[in-house]
């Protein structure tokens, strides 16, 4: 067999996705009805501006995992963030949730998860270098 490296397009990367979601479903099979499940919110003013904003989903075995947390830096200390997380906790516990997970870097917001009660569960030195990036988790509970 001959094969070659290259870059990936768009469809590319979609299929290896795929690939991997169908491998680890014949492994543990799925909680849910989909394979992941967004339950992203976000903080608007009363004209559509947006605030704040998580982005967030419930993934084939009934695990949400944080992918980003912002707050407009003129609107932080104001409990946005606060409100944001709580919200998206309380829909995956609606969902089934038992368990969420995110990473932070040491210059955004790990104390503040902390403060939520999460746990650290690892972490990743020198990156970037000179700062650790943050793995936590949280046990929900309904």
Same mark, same amino acid.
């Given at each position: 067999m001959v094969w070659s490296i290259q870059e990936c397009a768009?469809?590319?990367?979609? &299929?290896? *996705?795929?690939?991997?979601v169908a491998y680890n479903l014949r492994q543990v099979?799925?909680?849910q009805r989909e394979p992941f499940i967004s339950v992203?919110?976000?903080?608007?003013? #009363?004209?559509g501006t947006?605030? &704040?904003?998580? /982005?967030?989903? /419930?993934?084939?075995?009934?695990?949400a995992y944080? #992918? %980003?947390?912002?707050v407009d830096e003129r609107y932080r200390g104001m409990g946005l963030g606060s409100k944001? %997380?709580?919200e998206v906790e309380r829909t995956a516990? #609606?969902? *089934?949730?038992?368990?969420?997970?995110?990473?932070?870097?040491d210059?955004?917001?790990?104390?503040?998860? %902390?403060?939520? *009660?999460? #746990? /650290?569960? *690892?972490?990743?030195e020198d990156c970037p270098e000179g700062h650790c990036r943050y793995y936590l988790k949280k046990k929900l509970k309904a």
């Amino acid at each position: 067999m001959v094969w070659s490296i290259q870059e990936c397009a768009a469809q590319d990367c979609r &299929a290896i *996705g795929e690939g991997l979601v169908a491998y680890n479903l014949r492994q543990v099979p799925m909680t849910q009805r989909e394979p992941f499940i967004s339950v992203s919110k976000k903080a608007v003013d #009363e004209s559509g501006t947006l605030l &704040a904003g998580c /982005i967030a989903e /419930i993934y084939c075995w009934n695990v949400a995992y944080v #992918e %980003l947390l912002w707050v407009d830096e003129r609107y932080r200390g104001m409990g946005l963030g606060s409100k944001l %997380l709580a919200e998206v906790e309380r829909t995956a516990v #609606e969902a *089934g949730c038992t368990l969420i997970h995110l990473d932070t870097f040491d210059f955004q917001a790990k104390d503040f998860y %902390l403060r939520h *009660g999460y #746990e /650290i569960f *690892g972490v990743l030195e020198d990156c970037p270098e000179g700062h650790c990036r943050y793995y936590l988790k949280k046990k929900l509970k309904a």
